[in-house]
Structure formats: structure tokens, C-alpha cells
């Protein structure tokens, strides 16, 4: 009797640590470009939204910020342990015209903000909105789509940027939500409505009564 109320304390304590662990890996979006609150939380809750997983978003300084590998390692520094993968918003003091930059085995992707810029403010948040989804799921491994509505697909200008979808194609977002489990993280279930050029699918009608 004393066994089984040990054994079944060790198996709640257990799970117990488990489930915080899973709840505490998460995507950290770290605003070190001065973006304002509605900009950010807009850019956090689209990311949370379409990668379904926790997305969670904070303000830092970086102090001296001359590139964007430079602002990724100084950020990386005040990163959580137990954080999944870091996004940073930053603005290089170089004259940098890169959108964005990896860091290999760092789970850390710098955004270049200001290479991003645009007077349209609706051009200028789906840009990076775009770039925190493509960059997350590069860090995860996943590469690139064919499909041109995919954000995942290959572009090389601003233009070419502001074509893509701003979601990922049903194929490549059930990549990254593969991904993402394997990296330790809760994912929920996303419904995958009809895309742009699909067919919608249309119900049968209900069959005619019967007659007497």
C-alpha cells in the first residue's frame, strides 16, 4: 500500500515538472528597435496566431548597435534558458540593407527594422509580420515553399516581399508545427480555411423527404 501512494506521488511530481517545462518554452520577439506597443503586440499576435504556439514579446536596449549579428549576440545574452527561439527587432548603426539575419545553432534571428521601412504603415506591419513567421520557421528547419502564396516562399526585394502570403502555405505550416514538437513546445491545432484559389467545398444538399 505505502509503494503504490509513493510511486503515485513520484508520477504527479513528474508530471507536474513536465507540463511547467512544456508551458515554459516559448517564441520570445524582442523590440530592440523602438517599435511602439500597438506595432509590436499586432506583430506578437499574428505570430502566435499562425505558428500556434506561445509568443510572448518584451523591450530591451542594445547598447552600440553596429550589426545585426552584433545585436543578435547581445540579446542572446539576456535570453531565458528554457526560451525555444529568439526573434530581435533591431536597427543596425550600419548601413545594412539586409532584411534579416540567422544565427546558426543560436535558435536567434535579428530583423532588420529599418531596412524594412515604409510610409504605408498596413506595408510596413505585414513586412514584419511576414519576416517574424519566415524566420521562426527557418530556425525550426524548415526551408522554402514553391507555392507563391506561401511566406515561406523565395523573394529577393521589398516587392517581391509584399507579394507573399502573410501565413503559411497548409502543407509547410504543418511542417513547422512539426517542428515545433520537436523542439519541446505546446502546439494547438490550427483550422486551415480555403486559400486564395481553392475551390470551396460546397455540402450536399439534404436529401428530399420521402413520400407517404
Keep these: 500500500m505505502k509503494t503504490s501512494v509513493l510511486l503515485l506521488i513520484i508520477f504527479i511530481v513528474l ?72 526573434i530581435v527587432l533591431g536597427i543596425p548603426t550600419t548601413s545594412s540593407v539586409q532584411h534579416y539575419e540567422i544565427m546558426p545553432g543560436e535558435q536567434t534571428a535579428i530583423i532588420n527594422v529599418r531596412a524594412l521601412s515604409s510610409t504605408n504603415s498596413v506595408k510596413y506591419l505585414q513586412r514584419l509580420q511576414r519576416l517574424t513567421l519566415r524566420t521562426t520557421a527557418i530556425i525550426f528547419g524548415v526551408g522554402m515553399d514553391l507555392d507563391p502564396h506561401c511566406v515561406m516562399h523565395e523573394y529577393k526585394t521589398l516587392d517581391d516581399l509584399d507579394l507573399l502570403g502573410i501565413n503559411f502555405s497548409p502543407p509547410w505550416g504543418a511542417k513547422f508545427r512539426q517542428a515545433a514538437k520537436a523542439h519541446g513546445l505546446q502546439v494547438r491545432p490550427q483550422f486551415q480555411g480555403p486559400r486564395p484559389g481553392m475551390t470551396k467545398v460546397v455540402q450536399p444538399p439534404p436529401p428530399l423527404p420521402k413520400g407517404n
Excluded: M, W, Y
Design 15 to 86: 508530471s507536474n515538472k513536465l507540463s511547467v517545462s512544456a508551458e515554459e518554452q516559448k517564441l520570445t520577439i524582442f523590440n530592440t528597435a523602438g517599435l511602439d506597443a500597438s506595432t509590436l503586440e499586432l506583430v506578437r499576435a499574428h505570430a502566435e496566431k499562425e505558428l500556434c504556439i506561445p509568443v510572448v514579446s518584451t523591450n530591451a536596449a542594445i547598447p552600440n548597435p553596429q550589426s545585426l549579428n552584433e545585436i543578435g549576440k547581445q540579446a542572446r545574452k539576456t535570453l531565458n534558458l528554457k526560451d525555444s527561439c529568439l
